[in-house]
């Protein structure tokens, strides 16, 4: 390697040289790029943040009932609660029908099934009681209650209608976005030279040209199976250009190792999203993940080093990485659950036992803050499963009592936060990391004082932990705060999609992976400033370390698995809208007329 970055490096060495010669010219190039760089990242931004939470999201349509007064109303989802319920899906106002009266179901062969809730007025198909579960086909006379209603496709009309409407809504075109991105990676790019006067220059140009290219490859990859989406993808870049930059500032060597770890990232969001295409195949291995995610905390416990106080690290030869990252992608894999697993097994008892051991073995590993992390996702999981706040309730308390059994047998955890709340009073001690920082941010102000250009960096944890006050040293509060604010519309583009996600599963998985990505970035950014205790997490995308780069990019693809735009998602199958068509047309159109049969024959080729 390094015979390859000689000829490279000749060129930055006598870079290094001019610019010895010449220093006015690098110190008015990061006087300029200091007040350039947050303009561009709000162009960067912009179009990509309102995109996800401003264009509104029409469901997709995959039947419909028709109510006695031959009022239809539309199945918006592949699982669906029918009843009196506010809350229900398909909401029927009348008396004899229960709360949550039943579930109608599609399967990824698009058949349907319906499910008798334990209603007291009953469930009927075509006149014969439902006792569990039954097969229902279009056509079918369903009663609920004595109410019947008839389960038919939607017509042509309706198809059509919905189908332009949700073509208007198509996602905002990204390529400025990434046009800006690939002068913010160069612009960062020669202030990090600029900034170290050449040294390691090498590294540095061809990690972010390595990066730049792998961003373009996937966009025209993608674009040419006729992706539109890219909004969550220019976000992710963007805080990776940041990690790439922090780490070129406090660990210039580590360059390839991070570089790699955002390609393997984007290979993992790649294979993750394009498997959770498949919820029947996402169901076989539920629990083949929640082993996984046991095993590798397991795994880390045998033989993991103790690393700032927690034995979180496995090494393998040269390399070492954090297993529990890992561990969280698996964990939020085995805990979603589609609704007609919820309501078979409406229990979280299967559910609580593997938080518990999960949560049981960090606690051991003293990963205080990835155990939290775990617990948080949990309470959003089990909400969206059970929606009980009586039993959250109930393992909240057995949570504070579980803690207090830590603290009164290993009393030495405490000192760990002695300083939260008053660090300045313990600047040279257990305050040490909290105040540096702080004064770091502070000494960076509105633009910071230029990527390189930092000392947080010499303090330990600085590009992991402490990040959040590099990035304010280095690159200001504005594009500090831009990425905490893009790490938030992830959180809020996830609830928004849910609302017209397919199925439970993705509803639940998405949440969760939202849920985690902010809470994780709330642990790094106040501990790391004292308004909480500092914990030890990383900041998502952004922190230097292989394992949590893989980990954020992996989260992101339950959030891409929930995005139902058209054409918006590689990680879900178009709707079969052609298929539906046909049927609707064949119910409309008479028997023998030819023209009928003709048209539908050339579809069939087509």
Not at 13 to 20: E, R, T
Not at 133 to 146: E, K, M, Q, Y
Not at 212 to 239: D, K, N, P, S
Not at 395 to 417: D, E, Q, T
């Amino acid at each position: 390697m390094e015979a390859m970055l000689a000829p490279v490096q000749s060129f930055f060495d006598a870079l290094a040289q001019f610019l010895a010669d010449h220093p006015m010219v690098g110190e008015g190039y990061t006087a300029f790029v200091r007040f350039l760089f947050p303009a561009l990242a709000i162009l960067i931004l912009y179009r990509a943040v309102r995109s996800l939470l401003r264009i509104p999201h029409t469901p997709e349509t995959w039947g419909q009932l028709s109510l006695p007064n031959g009022a239809p109303i539309l199945l918006t989802h592949w699982e669906n609660i029918i009843g009196r319920s506010a809350a229900a899906d398909v909401r029927l106002n009348y008396p004899s029908i229960s709360r949550q009266h039943a579930a109608l179901c599609r399967g990824e062969d698009e058949q349907w099934t319906l499910y008798d809730l334990g209603s007291k007025g009953g469930t009927q198909i075509n006149g014969e009681e439902v006792k569990g579960s039954a097969p229902v086909r279009l056509g079918d006379t369903i009663t609920l209650g004595g109410v019947p209603l008839m389960f038919l496709p939607q017509t042509v009309a309706e198809r059509e209608e919905l189908d332009e409407k949700r073509r208007m809504e198509r996602p905002a075109a990204i390529w400025p976005s990434f046009l800006w991105l690939t002068v913010f990676q160069v612009l960062t790019c020669v202030q990090l030279i600029v900034a170290g006067g050449g040294a390691n220059g090498a590294q540095i140009a061809l990690a972010f040209l390595g990066l730049t290219v792998v961003m373009w490859l996937y966009f025209v990859a993608l674009l040419c199976t006729r992706c539109v989406g890219f909004e969550l993808e220019t976000i992710a870049f963007f805080l990776s250009t940041l990690s790439l930059a922090v780490t070129a500032s406090s660990a210039p060597e580590s360059l390839f190792k991070q570089f790699l770890a955002i390609l393997l990232g984007l290979v993992l969001f790649l294979v993750l999203g394009i498997f959770l295409r498949d919820l029947g195949r996402v169901q076989k291995i539920r629990w083949l993940m929640a082993a996984a995610a046991i095993g590798l905390l397991g795994i880390t416990l045998v033989a993991g080093s103790r690393k700032y106080g927690a034995v979180n690290w496995l090494t393998i030869g040269s390399m070492s990485f954090q297993p529990s990252e890992i561990a969280k992608i698996c964990y939020i894999f085995a805990g979603s659950a589609t609704l007609e697993r919820l309501f078979r097994r409406r229990n979280l008892t299967l559910f609580i036992v593997l938080t518990g051991v999960c949560i049981g073995l960090l606690g051991i590993m003293s990963d205080f803050g990835t155990a939290a992390i775990f617990f948080v996702t949990f309470l959003v999981i089990a909400y969206l499963r059970s929606g009980d706040w009586t039993t959250l309730s109930l393992i909240c308390g057995a949570a504070v009592f579980g803690a207090g059994i830590i603290v009164k047998f290993k009393p030495y955890i405490l000192s760990r936060f002695a300083s939260w709340g008053h660090a300045w009073e313990a600047a040279s001690t257990t305050g040490y990391q909290q105040t540096r920082t702080m004064a770091a941010a502070a000494s960076g102000g509105l633009v910071g004082m230029g990527p390189g250009n930092g000392w947080l960096y010499k303090i330990p944890a600085a590009d992991t932990d402490l990040v959040f006050g590099m990035v304010c040293e280095e690159w200001g509060l504005l594009i500090a705060l831009l990425a905490v604010g893009a790490i938030i519309t992830l959180a809020l583009f996830a609830i928004r999609a849910a609302r017209v996600g397919r199925s439970s599963f993705y509803t639940i998985a998405a949440c969760a992976a939202g849920s985690l990505l902010v809470f994780q970035t709330c642990l790094n950014v106040f501990g790391s400033v004292d308004l909480l205790p500092l914990t030890g997490v990383t900041f998502p995308f952004v922190s230097n370390g292989g394992s949590a780069m893989m980990s954020a990019w992996g989260l992101l693809a339950f959030l891409k698995a929930t995005d139902t735009r058209e054409n918006a998602s590689f990680a879900i199958r178009s709707a079969p809208a052609r298929r539906v068509t046909q049927e609707a047309r064949r119910r409309a159109e008479p028997v023998g007329d030819p023209f009928a049969r003709e048209e539908e024959a050339q579809d069939e080729e087509d």
